[in-house]
């Protein structure tokens, strides 16, 4: 009995502590949440360490550049030129001891970083020859009201360079003039990433010259009346995930027949153009150079039928381009005697199509294979001559489709039926090029009769193929012809 006694006098004790602790823990609480009120308050009232005005004057940080400190204003209401000007000529300044070409100075990854501003300036930004390793970002240029109309927001050239006339070609002469091969260069892996570009309607977007290796990516080209990107001479240009054109449109746009400029003119070898939209301009792609490929790039620059060309590969008989992936929107691909041209893997779509356009007659190494060509039902050719080739030879036009529009190939099948002793083939509204039959291969097949029947063919012009026999017979002939 007494054990009990004890064990409800120490139960009792213990639930006395319990609630002695907790009316202090709830007395205390409000002095802990009015304590923390007031540190918060503090906090807040207390001026931040960071102010726009202070970061306006970091002119350099590490070897990245910001043209704001040098004073460009990022609002776009007053001129940068001057002062993104210098932060350019301080970053090609940089020392350094390595090299990339020879005379070209690795400047080590040097960033001009443009902070997200809209800058507006009223002549070309020349950067310094020499200079290489160099990375541009993030940012927009906009042409002034001044700004000189024959000139580019971005410009690439040394004093040294001889700049093409704008309609030239350039050939990569390594078989005939080896001296040739060793031009000079002046600027080595620049690098364009996230800038728009708008030209206001005075001029392109870049010019580069005698270069190797630029890279232009993730970029915008705007209202540029002459180029949007415009390379002559060098090597290995890479134009990536970029959108150019003139007008800011996604089709349909009522002043389409008076769209003009070109968004990419490359009188260059060897560069590429990687998932690319060109969505106004007369002309989406001019090749004037060899080594050229094109990959994934979407072009409803302007309608055929206003006038428009989606790629134009010049460079007659010298050509050595790759087309590859490409989706022409109511335009068309036009090549000047192509010489080792490939064109695969294509969507044409509202009758776009392929031009093969006559300088010298000539066309050599032409294959389209595996395209598809959709139109509105106007039976407009998938291939078009223009103008007379004479001298043809290794041209493949095969394995494509065609939906609306006339198919085109440089290979014929026929099965011709019929009983008498006289049997014609004609090819001549499915092959490209006529009056031309280089090869060809038939079977005969007579029906119900198991004797052997005398046959051969007895004329091939205007591209059809006559097979006759010795007599009257049911027969079947199938022919596969060649051009």
């Not at 998938?382 to 529009?405: A, P, T």
């Amino acid at each position: 009995m007494r054990n009990m006694m004890m064990s409800s006098a120490a139960l009792f004790f213990f639930l006395l502590l319990l609630l002695v602790a907790e009316e202090a823990s709830c007395s205390y609480r409000p002095q802990m949440l009015s304590a923390f009120q007031a540190q918060a308050t503090k906090l807040q009232q207390k001026p931040s360490t960071f102010s726009f005005s202070a970061a306006s004057n970091v002119t350099v940080n590490g070897r990245v550049f910001y043209p704001i400190g040098y004073g460009a204003d990022p609002t776009g209401e007053e001129d940068s030129t001057a002062a993104l000007l210098k932060a350019v000529e301080e970053a090609f300044q940089l020392k350094s001891e390595l090299e990339l070409l020879p005379g070209i100075t690795d400047l080590g990854g040097v960033t001009i970083d443009l902070q997200g501003g809209n800058y507006k300036i009223s002549q070309p930004l020349i950067f310094p020859s020499g200079g290489g390793n160099v990375v541009v970002r993030g940012g927009t240029l906009r042409a002034s009201s001044t700004f000189p109309g024959d000139r580019h927001l971005i410009e690439l050239w040394s004093q040294n360079s001889q700049k093409q006339k704008q309609k030239s070609s350039i050939a990569n002469n390594y078989f005939t003039n080896e001296a040739q091969n060793n031009e000079a260069i002046y600027y080595e892996d620049i690098t364009f990433r996230d800038v728009l570009f708008d030209s206001g309607f005075r001029g392109g977007g870049i010019f580069i010259v005698d270069s190797a290796r630029i890279r232009i990516t993730n970029c915008f080209f705007l209202h540029f009346t002459t180029e949007g990107i415009l390379v002559q001479k060098g090597h290995e240009t890479y134009i990536s995930n970029t959108f150019l054109g003139q007008h800011s449109t996604v089709g349909g746009d009522s002043g389409e027949r008076q769209f003009t400029g070109t968004a990419i003119d490359l009188a260059s070898n060897d560069n590429a153009i990687t998932d690319v939209v060109l969505f106004s301009a007369a002309i989406g792609v001019v090749l004037r150079g060899q080594a050229n490929m094109v990959t994934g790039v979407h072009c409803y620059n302007k309608a055929t039928g206003f006038g428009g060309i989606g790629i134009l590969v010049k460079l007659a008989g010298n050509s050595q381009t790759r087309l590859d992936n490409c989706y022409l929107d109511y335009n068309a691909i036009v090549m000047e005697d192509p010489v080792q041209v490939h064109v695969t893997n294509g969507f044409f779509l509202g009758g776009a199509n392929i031009v093969l356009k006559s300088v010298n007659g000539k066309i050599f190494g032409l294959n389209i294979v595996n395209n598809m060509f959709t139109g509105g039902g106007s039976q407009v050719p998938m291939v078009q001559l223009e103008g007379q080739f004479g001298d043809i030879d290794q041209v493949v036009i095969d394995q494509n489709n065609v939906n609306g529009m006339s198919l085109k190939s440089t290979v014929g099948r026929l099965n011709v039926e019929g009983n008498g002793t006289k049997w014609t083939a004609d090819f001549s509204s499915v092959l490209v090029f006529p009056n031309r039959i280089s090869s060809f291969q038939y079977s005969f097949y007579t029906k119900g009769d198991t004797k052997f029947t005398a046959h051969a063919v007895t004329n091939i012009s205007n591209n059809a193929v006559v097979v006759e026999s010795e007599k009257v017979v049911n027969a079947v002939v199938s022919l596969v012809v060649h051009q």
